[in-house]
């Protein structure tokens, strides 16, 4: 459950990112000597990283989630 709310921020994310960094890197293109606005290589290691790390972000706190027993947490509510 923890893991599934921590996927949808994930993916809206990468909708939404995926496409804004591909208009920002054609726009700035123009801009800088010998650059080419599509890099598969760079945008395949950032998506990457950035979604491993957003999954491991979310990953600590549903292993703590699940290794404590039910009853001891109505118990301190």
């Known amino acids: 459950m923890v893991l ?8 809206i994310g990468l909708g ?3 496409p804004a960094a ?6 700035s293109s ?3 000597y010998k650059v080419k606005s599509d890099n598969p290589l760079a945008y395949g ?3 990457l990283t950035l979604a ?6 979310g990953f600590i706190p549903a292993l703590r989630a699940a ?4 009853m ?3 118990r301190e509510q």
């Open 52 to 57: 491993i790390s957003a999954a491991v972000a």
């Open 45 to 47: 290691v950032a998506i």
């Open 4 to 11: 599934g709310s921590v996927l949808w921020p994930i993916l």
């Open 67 to 70: 290794s404590i027993d039910p």
């Open 22 to 27: 591909l208009y920002i890197g054609h726009l």
């Open 72 to 74: 001891d947490a109505l």
């Open 16 to 18: 939404l990112g995926i």
């Open 30 to 32: 123009g801009l800088l």
